[in-house]
């Protein structure tokens, strides 16, 4: 059983267009992390949410930390061709400092 | 300034041979992390050190890998003897300060193991 469930999977849209990815968890989380990996690389952090209901916008990038902190969502608008690759959320549990990695949600934006 | 490096970034040996993997860390991090990763995945920890010592590697399958980072700096992981299962993508990442809820890791770019 995954601990954290990301959809879609798989996601191709074309420029311009937007979307939303979604991680969710049964169990709640201190903390959750977005990362982006391009083919090739490893995971680089996109943002850290540590309270629930929290927003933070990053240029064309929003995250969204859920009220009871189990779920999250990720929305890109106007997405971009550079916006292309495995978008991935992890989480801390507690005191436990092992992070927890979904399976991705692999993002193509076609010209 | 650089970031994690990790050697090889591919390799490709028979089942039953060993193989090893090398990473330095970014310099002055403490914490050093190797992940797992799987096709279709994401990262599964399988060994966390603070500093020397290893303080979490209930994932680590101990009959067939090890890992050390003696001197608290640069560390290697090996497999010995691997298996068909073992081929993934070898993640290292390093943190400052203790693991937490706010820790951004960062990643090297893995190596790309192929079992054959």
């Known amino acids: 059983t995954q601990l954290l469930e990301q959809s879609p999977q798989f996601l191709s849209i074309q420029e311009g267009e937007n979307l939303t990815v979604y991680c969710n968890s049964s169990?709640?989380?201190?903390?959750l992390q977005w990362y982006r990996q391009e083919p090739g690389e490893g995971p680089v952090l996109l943002v850290t949410?540590?309270?629930?209901?929290e927003v933070k916008k990053l240029k064309r990038l929003t995250f969204q930390f859920g009220d009871a902190r189990k779920d999250s969502s990720l929305h890109i608008t106007a997405a971009q061709t550079g916006d292309t690759g495995l978008y991935l959320c992890?989480?801390?549990?507690?005191?436990?400092?092992?992070?927890?990695f979904g399976k991705g949600t692999l993002l193509t934006v076609n010209p | 300034e650089a970031g994690v490096v990790q050697s090889p970034r591919y390799k490709i040996i028979e089942k039953k041979q060993p193989v090893a993997f090398w990473c330095n860390p970014i310099?002055?991090?403490?914490?050093l992390y190797w992940y797992l990763q799987n096709l279709g995945q994401g990262p599964e920890l399988l060994i966390r050190?603070?500093?020397?010592?290893?303080?979490?590697d209930s994932q680590l399958p101990k009959d067939r890998f090890s890992a050390e980072r003696l001197k608290g700096v640069d560390s290697t992981l090996k497999i010995q003897p691997a298996e068909l299962g073992d081929s993934a993508v070898y993640l290292c990442?390093?943190?400052?300060?203790?693991?937490?809820?706010?820790?951004?890791?960062?990643f090297g770019p893995g190596t790309r193991l192929t079992v054959l």
């Open positions: 990442a390093s943190s400052s300060g203790l693991a937490g809820g706010d820790t951004e890791q960062f």
């Open positions: 310099s002055g991090h403490n914490t």
């Open positions: 050190y603070e500093n020397e010592e290893a303080v979490d």
């Open positions: 169990s709640v989380f201190s903390s």
């Open positions: 949410v540590v309270t629930g209901g």
């Open positions: 992890a989480g801390f549990r507690g005191s436990n400092y092992k992070l927890t």
